[in-house]
T-cell receptor
Framework: AQTVTQSQPEMSVQEAETVTLSCTYDTSESDYYLFWYKQPPSRQMILVIRQEAYKQQNATENRFSVNFQKAAKSFSLKISDSQLGDAAMYFCAYRGTNSGYALNFGKGTSLLVTP | KAGVTQTPRYLIKTRGQQVTLSCSPISGHRSVSWYQQTPGQGLQFLFEYFSETQRNKGNFPGRFSGRQFSNSRSEMNVSTLELGDSALYLC??????????????FGEGSWLTVV
């Protein structure tokens, strides 16, 4: 089974600064998708960014970008120009054939943004 | 375009009772999946339905069941409730099943407390 590990239970960043959240995963598949979801206090899971494993180019969505290292099975999220509204739980998730296309989530990283 | 709608949002049940949660997917989405979120176990996949058929099931006891209707709306049922079933139950929808890259959109969840 695929496992997703987020080694940072909590992170803190100052407004306007940059922060990187780490994620590693274990898989024997070559074709899969990786996602970062944000869960604010409302508890609704919001998709932040996604990465196709077959694409070497790192995905970018405005202030959010990823560093995808397929050989190292690493998928980190960089948030630039952090804003107060970025404060939330961030979950890394894996989706592939062997899991029946179910999302496998990491335990999450709680991000605190300070003024 | 309306998002994924879950009802009820909050409910309290007594041990031994049963509960039914409802989910209306995004219009046009035919795949509905359910996840359980608890502080201890994190986010865990329950099951996925497509075209009224269960396509995938997570590692949960038979007390957890679900179904999907012809309009893609889904319900999940938990019988003989236990204290450990207290959780946030998240419903998610996507366009089709079996495609890793399809974005999965989540509802705001149903908070279940078992006393």
């Amino acid at each position: 089974a695929q496992t997703v590990t987020q080694s940072q239970p909590e992170m803190s960043v100052q407004e306007a600064e940059t922060v990187t959240l780490s994620c590693t995963y274990d898989t024997s598949e070559s074709d899969y998708y990786l996602f970062w979801y944000k869960q604010p206090p409302s508890r609704q899971m919001i998709l932040v960014i996604r990465q196709e494993a077959y694409k070497q180019q790192n995905a970018t969505e405005n202030r959010f970008s990823v560093n995808f290292q397929k050989a190292a099975k690493s998928f980190s999220l960089k948030i630039s120009d952090s804003q107060l509204g970025d404060a939330a739980m961030y979950f890394c998730a894996y989706r592939g054939t062997n899991s029946g296309y179910a999302l496998n989530f990491g335990k999450g990283t709680s991000l605190l943004v300070t003024p | 375009k309306a998002g994924v709608t879950q009802t009820p949002r909050y409910l309290i049940k007594t041990r031994g009772q049963q509960v039914t949660l409802s989910c209306s997917p995004i219009s046009g989405h035919r795949s509905v999946s359910w996840y359980q979120q608890t502080p201890g176990q994190g986010l865990q996949f329950l099951f996925e339905y497509f075209s009224e058929t269960q396509r995938n099931k997570g590692n949960f006891p038979g007390r957890f069941s679900g179904r999907q209707f012809s309009n893609s709306r889904s319900e999940m049922n938990v019988s003989t409730l236990e204290l450990g079933d207290s959780a946030l139950y998240l419903c998610a929808s996507s366009l089709a099943e079996g495609v890793s890259g399809n974005t999965i959109y989540f509802g705001e969840g149903s908070w279940l407390t078992v006393v």
